[in-house]
């Protein structure tokens, strides 16, 4: 896997921000990872040393925003988007990668169906990373173009967007705020290193209290904390969906766990 490493080498030597990611899915491996990101070469080899499989993350907002197309929701590349560095993704999309001098919020479905602005509070998947259906891949070789800032309202932010831009908060652990909401016999510190808990629970862990019908609650709460962490909009439901899988939450409606993110989001000022 030293494709996956040598690639997060060379974004971090450009002056990216790389976070690892769980292997072969889009979440992250550590805790307070807005806070976590690094440019730092030894840092990142100490990272694919301990999860050589780790895909790569590209935080975004520091500089940089991507706008991601997704066709099965719909989505169609604006022309202005294609002279510009793009990736493939795994489900037939696209990242486009745009260089922006101001704060960006990320969106869902905001800018037109489909289309998804990553920037501030968010992260975006790099090529080479897997998943089970594909691999991220580059497309062109242009180089990254940079939008000024006029283009950057215009074009990446919604008309009338009330949402948040700022920096992420410290997080609360929703693990501990289900266990002493759920389970008083389970409450416990949780481990204080560097791992992302959410995706490290201890045996006998959720609570059967969660699967037995509160796990909406729990979904709920969880979207919360990540929101409350800085994420954007699409990088929630992608730690939101994972969750739910790891729970063997099985729907009772279409697009449950999406409807879930996207409530919780208009709390928090995403509105869509």
Known sequence: MTALLDAALEYAGKGQPVIPLKPGAKVPLLRRWPERASTDADTVRAWWARWPAANVGLVTGEGLAVLDIDPRNGGAAPAWAGDTRT???????????????????????????????????????????????GSYSWLNDEPVRQLTNEEARERLIPAGHNGRAGGAREPFAPIAFCRSRYSADTRRPLPDDETNVVHEHDAGWPPP????????????????????????????????????????????????????????????????
């Open 87 to 133: 990736a493939g993704t795994p489900s037939g999309g696209w990242h486009h990668y745009f260089g922006v001098s101001i704060p960006v919020p990320g969106t869902t479905g905001r800018i037109a169906p489909g289309v998804d602005v990553k920037a501030t509070g968010g992260y975006v998947v790099a090529p080479p990373s897997l998943l089970a259906h």
């Open 209 to 272: 209290d969660i699967l037995d019908g509160t796990r909406n609650d729990y979904l709920a709460s969880f979207a919360g904390w990540a929101y409350d962490r800085g994420l954007d909009p699409a990088a929630v439901l992608a730690e939101l969906e994972a969750e739910a899988d790891r729970l063997g939450f099985t729907p009772t409606r279409p697009r449950e766990v999406e409807k879930i993110a996207r409530s919780v989001g208009r709390y928090h000022g995403y509105q869509r």
